[in-house]
């Protein structure tokens, strides 16, 4: 069996095993009926079937000769770890600071380095402190309309800054 096809049905087997496991911890959720006759285990029960079949389905299409329709790989041939890490430190410090920062600044720090991160890719990484300050005012006039949708308008509770429910 070629490489590529192997590689392709453990992509198959990967997702395939995603969807036993979350089907597993589907069994964990109570199923009383809540509200319109839907309980909370109904929608990992709906992922988890959802991710079997198209496990599946990867899975019989890499072992009858590969996924025949793909298009050719394009872009670099190794993928840009600098730019990886600035992502994966944003959702990191999103995750570790959301409690204590806020939501709303949380959430700019979080965009501030996810655009090093996609900038660095691209060979243009801000170096100047001007170009980290306009992406944090960015990030806060995206995140605070949500946080205050959220807050005020679904009354779905996030954590603020303060106790007013604004920041």
Not at 23 to 33: D, Q, S
Not at 97 to 105: E, P, Q, V, Y
Not at 132 to 143: D, S, T, Y
């Amino acid at each position: 069996m070629p490489r590529v096809v192997r590689l392709q049905a453990a992509v198959g087997a990967g997702v395939l095993l995603v969807g036993v496991g979350l089907a597993v911890g589907a069994t964990t959720i109570p199923g009383e009926a809540g509200y319109a006759g839907v309980g909370p285990n109904f929608l990992p029960w709906l992922v988890a079937v959802f991710l079997v079949l198209c496990g599946a389905w990867l899975l019989r299409e890499a072992l009858s000769g590969g996924f025949r329709s793909a298009d050719a790989p394009e872009g670099d041939a190794r993928g840009h770890w600098p730019g990886f890490a600035w992502l994966s430190a944003g959702l990191l410090a999103n995750a570790a600071l959301i409690t204590t920062i806020g939501f709303i600044l949380s959430c700019a720090l979080c965009f501030v380095l996810a655009v090093q991160g996609v900038k660095s890719s691209q060979g243009r990484a801000l170096t100047v402190p001007g170009g980290w300050l306009f992406n944090a005012a960015i990030g806060i006039a995206i995140a605070a309309p949500v946080y205050w949708m959220f807050t005020q308008l679904l009354a779905i509770n996030l954590p603020g800054l303060t106790a007013t429910g604004w920041l």
